[in-house]
Structures are given as C-alpha cells and as structure tokens.
C-alpha cells in the first residue's frame, strides 16, 4: 500500500466516524416539535436546527483530528486547509423529509485530497446502512461490497431516480424534463436525498440518476461510491458533473441516459 492509499484509508476512518456520530444525533436527538429554523434560496428550502446541529459536531470532529484540512459544508462551516485535503459536507441531506419523518435522509461527507474526492460516506440511520468507498477500492454497504446493476436490454426498462430544485423556475423546467423523460422509462423515483440515490445507483436499486442543481456537499461522496461500485457519472457530455447537472448510471445505460437529458435540455432551467 503506498502513502497515498495510506492516507485515503485514514480519511475514510474520520469521515465513518464523523458520519456515524452525527447520524446518531440526527436519529436520536430529534425533538417532536421540530420546525424550520431558516431558509435558504426559497421559503421551501429550509434549514432545522438539526442541520446546524449536526454539521457544528462534525466540523468540530474534523478540527480534532484533522485540524489543518479545509471544509466546505453546507450550513456554512468553511475554512481554507493547509493540508491539501478539504472535506465536503452535507450534514442533513434530505431535510425536508427529516422535517416531516420522512426515512429517506443521510449524512454525506467527502474527503478531496488536491481537488478529487478520494474517500466518502453516506450515513442513512434508518435504513441501517453505511455507503463508503475509497477511491480504487471498491464500493461497500457496511461490509458487504456494492455493485450497480448490468444495463437492462432496453432503455424502456430502466428506473430511474430525479430530483427537484427549490425554485419556481427551475422546478418547473425539471418537471417538463420528467414529463418527457416519463414515457420512455419503467418509471421514475423521486425520494429526496441526492446522495442516498446516487448510493442506490452503486447497490443496483436504480438504473441510473440524473439532476439539475446539485451543490458539492450533495454529490461529492454519492457520486465516488456509484463509480467505485462500477457505475459511470458525469454531467453534459463530456464533462464532469456539476452544477448545472449530475448523471449516473450503469455502464451501457448511462451513455443514452445522458444523451437525451442532453436534448431533453435538462441541464438549464
């Protein structure tokens, strides 16, 4: 093992730990009366005091142990690093369904090492799973090793998982998109949490997975555990996701899933 695969093992270790922590708080630590504490780019884009919460005890975890890492969270928590590594954090993802009790959220924490992601995880307390992957070493939900799904023969039988934005504009973009999309699929699934459906892409619950809007601390640990798991992720074609939108899916469906996002336009609101 050289150095390098060294040091992506020791993060993973810190994001597992940190992960697991604030998973057990979000879970345990839930008080029947939650409301919203704030919002963010729309009345419908909340924050619970739960998300603050839980991102205060990971970034002071990581201050413990890693005092001289970057961070970019979602809540805020950032700071340059002298190290070359940074953490990307989303402390909650899936707030509102966390709001109404809803199971479909997690804890998603990436380590970049010189801007790659190289180590993630993606705690989901109520499904009883830890995604985690290392980057070339494989993909693996708690202990047991993750593989996406062989491409269905036809691209009528794929599911196929979405999300949707906060904006009136863009929501209504993305839903033309679905409109389209809809008919020329099994069907589509829209559950709330980006990072656990880019996880369900690598365990083979999707066919594939595609959305428009998606911040760092939403995709960065998601998207290296579909890859690990063998499942192929990008935005536009030819480039990496992004911002403006984020795909994966199975090796011989992604590539068509890609393309007709492309001329379905739902790369722009």
């Given at each position: 093992m ?35 504490a ?32 970057g961070?970019?969270?979602e809540e ?26 809803l ?21 989901t307390?109520?499904?009883g799973?830890t ?17 996406c ?59 594939g ?33 992004g ?27």
């Open positions: 050289t150095d390098t695969d060294a040091l992506d093992r020791r993060l993973l270790d810190v994001a597992l730990e940190a992960a697991r922590r604030a998973g057990t708080l979000l879970r345990d630590g839930r008080p029947e009366d939650l409301t919203v704030a919002t963010k780019t729309s009345p419908i884009d909340v924050v619970t005091e739960m998300d603050l919460a839980a991102e205060k005890l990971i970034t002071g975890y990581l201050a413990e142990v890693r005092p001289d890492d961070l970019l969270g805020g928590a950032s700071r340059e690093g002298t190290s070359g590594v940074r953490w990307v954090i989303d402390p909650l993802d899936g707030t509102v369904n966390y709001l109404y009790g199971p479909s959220w997690s804890v998603s924490i990436a380590a970049e090492r010189d801007g790659v992601a190289v180590a993630g995880v993606v705690e307390p109520m499904r799973e995604y985690h992957a290392v980057r070339g070493g494989g993909a693996f939900v708690n202990d047991r090793a993750a593989r799904r062989p491409a269905p023969q036809d691209f009528s039988q794929a599911l196929i998982g979405t999300g949707f934005g906060y904006l009136t504009e863009r929501r209504a973009a993305q839903a033309e998109v679905a409109r389209q999309l809809l008919p020329q699929v099994r069907d589509i699934r829209r559950a709330g949490s980006a990072a656990i459906d880019l996880c369900d892409v690598g365990c083979g619950r999707l066919d997975y595609y959305e428009r809007g998606l911040n760092p601390w939403d995709r960065a640990a998601g998207v290296l555990f579909a890859r690990e798991a063998g499942a192929l992720a990008g935005g536009r074609p030819g480039s990496p996701a911002d403006d939108l984020t795909v994966a899916g199975s090796p011989g469906l992604f590539e068509p899933l890609q393309a007709l996002l492309e001329d379905l336009g739902a790369w722009h609101d």
